[in-house]
């Protein structure tokens, strides 16, 4: 293998009666970084993970963990553990021994065990809390043991279920940020399962969008929102407005799409086999959108939209507008650049064709 | 794990449960059946007939006390249901806090004193020579001794009493699952205090109070101290018919019958109570 | 008729008397065959003689024999704590074995198989002794007549009771270890796996101390349920009479304070006996 991976699969199936929970996933993580799958409940991304860990067995397909063969390992033989969506906490056992389960397995020697606890808990930032009962601590601190019982393993990859599901939203920003920086402070290889493109987003260095068992897009969270590969990527990684026309025109890996109320529009082509005549979907982001009196700027192209009502929500201020029908989101700015708007008003919204992206119409 | 791992242990499992259904509940029962249809000749030859069962309806004394076991029994579990009803939903519904918990460990009180225990503590307060019969005769209500014990009322007493806490517990559990938004949406919609009982707190408690009843009713009709010790002479119960047949008279086969027509007629009970109310056994017990 | 409603101060009030009643007839019998107990008085009634410990402690020799040297009734209360062991025994190991089998399996026949396991819940003591006695007994004596072999322990006596006992308790072991099992959360055991414990590691490191508390509960419900009955113990017990058929055997000869020692006696060890339950699951 050319680079040093941590984890490859190829052609990964599992099936579940006649349909495919994971279908032909390939991926490859290579060593020391923090690797996302993002996908809506019911995408497969619990059964991938739950193959790697092994407590499935995949139909079709190879599993390796540092070149090893890992399809008939049984799960408490692999260098892989886990954090699970509800951390799966020993409730009989103190944190400590929550702790020291994996290593008292591996017959390390009780001082050593206890060393090893001290130091693990301190570097996740609960020191000395040993002798606790995990059902007394609070969510943050619950999910740093969960933490700490794989990573003092010292694994070679880490896998996690939706851990911070069941906290509330501000401890789950602040977790986000910690688990990215614990990541980096153990260099041990991450792979996170969520839903939430937020949590991906923030911390991952690859994250793999999967939809219906496949992967569809694997790439940094900067590409996947400049760059969504399908319609798909677009509508579920950030928000997306999305308009539906015809090809008029194509040049230059630009399209000119005439929507359905007749006016023309431009954007980038994510796709190719498109030609005039044929219908597309123009996806454009609330953020790229900006409000122009008559004056366009060099490039730009524009459209005019009626609003329905203003949305306030501080720097997420949207106003909600529709275009023939379509709705239409645009990101108000709250430096006092926007303009006053009133229900049933007209304005013209205005984009870099280049910011907007192009799909054949269906193709999702 | 591998499937023939999983038919092993599946195996290894299975047989201690089989061992103890079959060995302990199935072959005995089957077998009482069996010497029930059994008529006894001569000291050891055996021939099949209905006799034992004719017997039953010709003699008036037994199927007389067997109607009197069943129709006491219902009444016994009717009023138990009414007397714990209040309770049960004092202690789910109204008690707050500490009070809760503790009130309904005092209804767990009489499980401490086994069946024996209980009616003993009845029969001296009832009897001629009872406390209560004292404690009327210094209040000066009474001229003599008071007679209280050997009649059906005491009988009743003492049934219900040892039948209680079964009816409590089941209540208590289903009544403290229930959400109050259910009852304070029964008032808000306009419904008085009978309606919403009827239709509300009732439909929803019903899984405890059938499985309260299945308990009581078969305590009740299965139990033997309660009626022998505090029944009069002419309050027979049917159990110890049995017993009289297989300790005192040696008729087993006669015996046999009248087991297997208790049993019939709790099967029945149980079956019809679970069919009216729409309830199943797993939900209900287990 | 809930908190929030408002109800009416005479309505209140009924229901308190209520309340009260109740519990006064929840524990008078109780109360008084624990006093009586103690009354310096050949006969457990009115009038209160002065308090003594005869009933406990008396020899013999001045005409009153207590409890503590009485030899059959202590003979009476071996033997029921034998069979109580027994019984104890054998149920809770059934229940964690039929709680595993019916909450963590899969296979054909389940559902009936559940009930078949609740069916001793709802047949009459009295007929589940009967029947043991009629198929063991009857077997017994077939086997003596045909054979001239003597299956002695088919006869009525302590091996009889412990299976007519362990019949129907096995059923309520089930259940209190089953619901237990229920509560558990699967991933707890697959955490263990991934920490690297085998199954069978995994199950005594981790499934087995949940289950703890509820094994102990079923052990001290089996064993009270043991030492109390009487409905199927009298129809199979032997020349060895358990505690209850002695008791009762006594109380038709007449009763005498020695009865009462005897029962304050035993709702002391069930108090204890219930206390340790919860304290168990106060911890657990």
């Given at each position: 293998m050319a680079t040093e991976s941590d984890l490859s699969c190829n052609g990964l199936i599992r099936r579940f009666g006649k349909t495919a929970?994971?279908?032909h996933i390939s991926l490859d993580v290579p060593a020391g970084t923090f690797f996302s799958i993002l996908g809506?409940?019911?995408?497969?991304k619990t059964t991938l993970l739950r193959l790697l860990a092994g407590f499935d067995k995949p139909d079709e397909g190879d599993i390796f963990i540092r070149g090893q063969r890992m399809n008939d390992v049984p799960p408490n033989k692999r260098p892989v553990n886990m954090v699970f969506q509800h951390l799966a906490l020993f409730p009989t056992m103190t944190v400590g021994d929550n702790i020291g389960y994996g290593l008292k397995r591996r017959k390390v020697p009780a001082a050593e065990r206890r060393k090893r606890i001290a130091r693990v808990l301190e570097q996740v930032g609960l020191p000395g809390l040993e002798q606790r009962n995990p059902q007394e601590l609070s969510g943050g601190q619950r999910q740093r043991v969960a933490l700490a019982r794989c990573l003092v393993l010292e694994p070679t990859l880490l896998l996690l279920d939706?851990?911070?599901?069941?906290?509330?939203l501000k401890l789950r920003e602040q977790m986000k940020v910690e688990l990215k920086h614990l990541q980096k402070q153990f260099g041990t290889t991450f792979v996170y399962i969520t839903h939430d493109q937020s949590e991906a987003m923030v911390m991952s260095d690859q994250v793999a969008v999967m939809k219906n068992g496949r992967f569809e897009q694997v790439a940094p969270p900067e590409e996947l929102y400049r760059e969504p590969a399908t319609p798909f990527v677009a509508g579920f990684v950030g928000d997306n407005n999305r308009l539906s026309g015809e090809v008029v025109t194509l040049a230059d890996n630009m399209a000119d799409i005439r929507l359905d109320n007749g006016e023309v529009v431009r954007g980038r082509l994510a796709a190719n086999g498109l030609s005039s005549g044929d219908r597309a979907e123009l996806y454009v982001r609330p953020e790229s959108l900006m409000f122009t009196g008559e004056a366009l700027k060099d490039g730009f192209c524009a459209m005019q939209a009626k609003v329905l009502t203003t949305l306030f929500d501080g720097a997420n201020s949207r106003v909600e507008a529709e275009n023939g029908g379509q709705p239409v989101f645009a990101r108000l700015p709250q430096d006092g650049t926007a303009p006053r708007l009133t229900t049933g008003a007209e304005i013209r919204l205005a984009w870099d064709p280049k910011l907007a992206r192009v799909y054949g119409a269906g193709q999702s | 794990m591998n499937a023939s791992a999983s038919r092993l242990s599946l195996w290894l499992l299975l047989t201690p449960f089989l061992l103890w259904i079959v060995l302990l509940v199935l072959v005995p029962h089957l077998q009482m059946l069996r010497v029930s249809f059994q008529v006894r000749e001569s000291w050891d030859t055996l021939a099949w007939g209905l006799e034992q069962y004719q017997n039953f309806f010709s003699e008036s004394y037994y199927w007389r006390t067997f109607v009197r076991t069943g129709v006491m029994s219902l009444f016994t579990t009717f009023l138990t249901l009414l007397i714990a009803f209040p309770i049960a939903w004092y202690i789910a519904r109204l008690a707050r806090g500490r009070s809760k918990g503790i009130l309904f460990l005092a209804c767990l009180i009489p499980f401490w004193a086994s069946e024996l225990v209980r009616t003993y503590g009845w029969m001296i307060l009832l009897r001629e020579s009872g406390l209560f019969s004292s404690w009327l005769q210094a209040l000066g209500w009474v001229d003599g001794p008071v007679e209280m014990l050997y009649n059906d009322v005491a009988v009743i007493i003492g049934l219900v009493y040892n039948g209680l806490l079964f009816m409590v517990v089941p209540l208590v559990t289903t009544l403290d699952g229930m959400d109050e938004n259910l009852v304070e949406a029964g008032y808000d919609l306009g419904g008085g205090h009978a309606t919403v009982l009827r239709e509300v707190v009732i439909p929803w408690a019903m899984p405890g109070i059938v499985s309260g009843c299945i308990v009581v009713f078969m305590l009740t009709l299965g139990s033997y101290l309660t009626p022998i010790l505090m029944g009069g002479k002419d309050s027979a119960w049917f159990t110890e018919q049995i017993f009289t047949q297989f300790i005192t008279r040696f008729n087993w086969e006669q015996g046999a019958a009248l087991g297997v027509l208790l049993l019939v007629l709790s099967s029945l009970m149980v079956w019809l109570g679970l069919k009216l109310t729409g309830q199943s056994l797993r939900k209900v017990m287990g | 008729m809930i908190r929030s409603v408002p109800r009416s101060r005479l309505f209140d009030a009924l229901y308190l008397g209520y309340l009260v009643a109740f519990f006064v007839y929840l524990a008078l019998p109780l109360l008084v065959t624990a006093v009586f107990a103690f009354n310096d008085s050949p006969f457990p009634s009115l009038p209160w003689q002065g308090f003594t410990l005869d009933w406990y402690l008396a020899d013999g020799s001045a005409g009153r024999t207590g409890l503590f040297h009485d030899d059959s009734l202590l003979g009476a209360l071996w033997v029921s704590t034998k069979i109580a062991f027994w019984v104890t025994l054998a149920s809770v190991a059934l229940g964690c074995v039929n709680a595993v089998l019916f909450e963590r399996l899969q296979f054909r026949g389940k559902e009936f198989l559940y009930l078949l396991m609740l069916l001793p819940l709802v047949i009459p003591g009295v007929i589940l002794g009967v029947s043991i006695l009629v198929f063991y007994s009857g077997t017994a004596n077939e086997v003596s007549r045909l054979w001239g072999i003597e299956l002695d322990v088919f006869r009525p006596g302590m091996p009889l009771v412990v299976m007519g006992q362990v019949t129907f308790i096995t059923t309520l072991a089930t259940l209190v270890i089953g619901a237990r099992l229920r509560k558990f959360d699967r991933q707890l055991e697959e955490a263990a796996l991934n920490l690297g414990a085998t199954p069978l590691v995994a199950w005594f490191t981790v499934t087995l101390p949940w289950l703890l508390p509820s094994i102990l509960g079923a052990a001290a419900m089996a064993f009270l349920m043991s030492f109390e009955n009487f409905n199927t113990t009298v129809m199979l017990t032997?020349?060895?009479?358990?505690l209850t058929v002695a008791l009762f055997n006594r109380l038709r000869e007449g009763s005498t304070p020695v009865l009462n020692a005897v029962a304050l006696f035993l709702m002391v060890v069930s108090a204890l006996l219930a206390l340790f339950t919860l304290r168990q699951k106060g911890s657990g």
């Open positions: 929970a994971v279908d809506p409940s019911g995408c497969g939706e851990p911070l599901g069941a906290l509330d | - | 032997g020349s060895d009479t358990p």
